[in-house]
């Protein structure tokens, strides 16, 4: 089983920046791909920032030039460093990550205020 635990969400005006972060535990070895998504009210969860195994990304092309997701392995850890944050940025942030399966964190809150 993985646990995933996040933190780092919060209220920022915008322009602003927050740092996400995801650390994973359990009994996996190593994960392959890790990521965030995002769920606004009333839309579908999607796609934030994904990085591979190999350390290649990919990004919403909302988010490009503005978000930079990383990965520390030695730590299980993913972060999403988010720079020049839009009212549309807030959402509810899950974490992601893939070990034989997909496995979601709890969610973390992110609310700009314009």
């Known amino acids: 089983q993985v646990q995933l635990v996040e933190s780092g969400g919060g209220l920022v005006h915008a322009g602003g920046s927050l740092r996400l972060s995801c650390a994973a535990s359990?009994?996996?070895?190593?994960?392959?791909?890790m990521g965030w998504y995002r769920q606004a009210p009333g839309k579908q969860r999607d796609l934030v920032a994904r990085i591979a195994n190999s350390a290649g990304t990919t990004y919403a092309d909302s988010v490009k030039g503005r978000f930079t997701i990383s990965r520390d392995n030695a730590k299980n850890t993913v972060y999403l460093q988010m720079n020049s944050l839009k009212p549309e940025d807030t959402a509810v942030y899950y974490c992601?990550?893939?070990?034989?399966?997909?496995?979601w964190g709890q969610g973390t809150q992110v609310t700009v205020s314009s």
């Open positions: 992601r990550v893939e070990a034989g399966r997909a496995f």
């Open positions: 359990g009994s996996i070895f190593s994960f392959n791909a």
